[in-house]
């Protein structure tokens, strides 16, 4: 295996795990960022109010994408099966 081919593998790793993260985890700030902008005007202090609106929004988002998120932690374990051959010698 060339260090190439291992920085190559490893960048297709670490971009896929961001953008699998980036679809979990933005909308969940974005939730956050309304509810915490709704809890100032209003003065609401309360924990659970910008718990329950996160959590939905994230299970919503894996419910939504979890067939994305699959296809592409499928496609780079078909990816790295097929170069272990080629990379071996």
């Known amino acids: 295996m060339t260090p190439e081919m ?3 593998l490893i960048f ?11 679809v979990m985890v933005l ?3 974005v939730v956050g960022l309304l509810v915490s902008i709704f809890q100032a005007a209003t003065q609401i ?3 659970t109010l910008s718990f329950l609106p996160r959590l939905l929004v ?7 994408a979890g067939h994305w998120i699959l296809q592409r ?3 780079v374990f078909h990816t790295l099966f ?5 990379a071996l010698g």
């Open 27 to 29: 909308p969940s700030l």
């Open 12 to 22: 297709d790793a670490v971009w896929n795990i961001i953008l699998i993260v980036c």
């Open 6 to 8: 291992a920085v190559s």
């Open 73 to 75: 932690i499928m496609d």
């Open 82 to 86: 097929i170069t272990i051959p080629g």
């Open 58 to 64: 994230t299970l919503g988002m894996l419910v939504f």
């Open 45 to 47: 202090n309360e924990q």
